[in-house]
T-cell receptor, first 113, second 114 residues
Framework: AQSVAQPEDQVNVAEGNPLTVKCTYSVSGNPYLFWYVQYPNRGLQFLLKYITGDNLVKGSYGFEAEFNKSQTSFHLKKPSALVSDSALYFCAVRDMSRRALTFGSGTRLQVQP | NAGVTQTPKFQVLKTGQSMTLQCAQDMNHEYMSWYRQDPGMGLRLIHYSVGAGITDQGEVPNGYNVSRSTTEDFPLRLLSAAPSQTSVYFC?????????????FGPGTRLLVL
């Protein structure tokens, strides 16, 4: 069965600094990986996904993610954090049997001014 | 396009009451699913459907029923609510057939069972 781990409950970063939100996965076969963001009292918004090809995936709002097959990781990154990036971030992997998403537990990002 | 819509936004129930959470999408997506979100646990799959008339169980289906009579609608029914069903419920939809398809989520329904 597939699984996703987000080892940090919370990440704190100062505005203007680079940020990284970590994600590791476990799947059999090719991984289809996704990042979503959830703002307070809102639904999940799609940020980016890795299917195949280039290991650096660019997404919405200046975010990017680096796929590393040997380390089974898919870390979310942004070169310069904004206060408005403060939110809950979820990493997910496609469940090939049900075609649903298996989510990590989420990482709360706090960007301080 | 309205995307994925859910009603109600918030609901309070007493233990043993029943209710239906509504979900609709206007993107002609074959695949629809329901998740629940609990603190520290991410989102967990309750039920899913790959098309009208076809539904199946997810990771945590107990206490919930679904049906899919049209492509657009995928209601979730709680037959006898329990406090353990206090959660935020999200509906999602996508095209079916290729695994890289993005799932789009509704705004959620916050349910409190007393």
């Amino acid at each position: 069965a597939q699984s996703v781990a987000q080892p940090e409950d919370q990440v704190n970063v100062a505005e203007g600094n680079p940020l990284t939100v970590k994600c590791t996965y476990s799947v059999s076969g090719n991984p289809y990986l996704f990042w979503y963001v959830q703002y307070p009292n809102r639904g999940l918004q799609f940020l980016l996904k890795y299917i195949t090809g280039d290991n650096l995936v660019k997404g919405s709002y200046g975010f990017e993610a680096e796929f590393n097959k040997s380390q089974t990781s898919f870390h979310l990154k942004k070169p310069s954090a904004l206060v408005s990036d403060s939110a809950l971030y979820f990493c997910a992997v496609r469940d090939m049997s049900r075609r649903a998403l298996t989510f990590g537990s989420g990482t709360r990002l706090q960007v301080q001014p | 396009n309205a995307g994925v819509t859910q009603t109600p936004k918030f609901q309070v129930l007493k233990t043993g009451q029943s209710m239906t959470l509504q979900c609709a999408q206007d993107m002609n997506h074959e695949y629809m699913s329901w998740y629940r979100q609990d603190p520290g646990m991410g989102l967990r799959l309750i039920h899913y459907s790959v098309g009208a008339g076809i539904t199946d169980q997810g990771e945590v289906p107990n206490g919930y029923n679904v049906s899919r009579s049209t492509t657009e609608d995928f209601p979730l029914r709680l037959l006898s609510a329990a406090p353990s069903q206090t959660s935020v419920y999200f509906c999602a939809s996508s095209y079916w057939g290729i695994p890289e398809e993005t799932q789009y989520f509704g705004p959620g329904t916050r349910l409190l069972v007393l």
